[in-house]
């Protein structure tokens, strides 16, 4: 079964407009990790942001927020303001409490129009 | 402090050849792990080594091998390559083992084509 989905294989948004893009995620394990990473066509992986399964607040960093409602699994990355350099591939991922490894999501395209 | 690194950064192979990726973590990290991305199959996780010892590993054939060193440096291997071996090759590292808030930092990667 898949742990990690991403439903918006691709997204559009205006420059300067704020974007939502989805994540939701499925475990049994009470202790877990959450993950945003960025993708340039350059291919390097950026780290943007962390949500810990424990953790009472939302995730915040720069123009990133972590919208976590963990009743419903869901780990939505919030970009506000949105920058022509933030076009990239989006992937959500997650890491278990039990050692293990980090799973990724699909990934979800970001086109940011001028 | 420098990033991770990655070489090469391209390569390209016949099938049937064998292939060694390296890797360079961050100073002071070690924790190394290795994905392998494609169109299909998206991100995959090949295996995480931390002080010199395999602690997890993917679902992939024996082919695919790895190791690190003492300096956590790590090399991977596939021997015998495949066309299906095509793909872009993420190395990443973290301070510690897997751990539930150990964040990753990714290299440029290295993309690999099987002719």
């Known amino acids: 079964a898949q742990k990690i989905t991403q439903t918006q294989p691709g997204m559009f948004v205006q420059e300067k407009e704020a974007v939502t893009l989805d994540c939701t995620y499925d475990?049994?394990?009470?202790?877990?990790?959450l993950f945003w990473y960025k993708q340039p066509s350059s291919g390097e992986m950026i780290f943007l942001i962390y949500?810990?399964?424990?953790?009472?607040q939302n995730a915040t960093e720069g123009r990133y927020s972590l919208n976590f409602q963990k009743a419903r699994k869901s780990a939505n990355l919030v970009i506000s303001a949105s920058q022509l350099g933030d076009s990239a591939m989006y992937f959500c991922a997650m890491r278990e409490g039990r050692g293990q490894n980090f799973v990724f999501g699909p990934g979800t395209r970001l086109s940011v129009l001028p | 402090k420098a990033g991770v690194t990655q070489t090469p950064r391209y390569l390209i192979k016949t099938r049937g050849q064998q292939v060694t990726l390296s890797c360079s973590p961050i100073s002071g990290h070690r924790s190394v792990s290795w994905y392998q991305q494609t169109p299909g199959q998206g991100l995959q996780f090949l295996f995480e080594?931390?002080?010199?010892?395999?602690?997890n590993k993917g679902n992939f054939p024996g082919r695919f091998s790895g190791r690190q060193f003492s300096n956590s440096r790590s090399e991977m291997n596939v021997s015998t390559l495949e066309l299906g071996d095509s793909a872009l090759y993420l190395c990443?590292?973290?301070?510690?083992?897997?751990?539930?808030?150990?964040?990753?930092?990714f290299g440029p990667g290295t993309r690999l084509l099987v002719l």
């Open positions: 990443a590292s973290s301070l510690g083992p897997a751990g539930v808030g150990e964040t990753q930092y």
């Open positions: 949500q810990g399964s424990y953790d009472q």
């Open positions: 080594y931390f002080s010199e010892t395999q602690r």
């Open positions: 475990t049994s394990d009470p202790s877990y990790g």
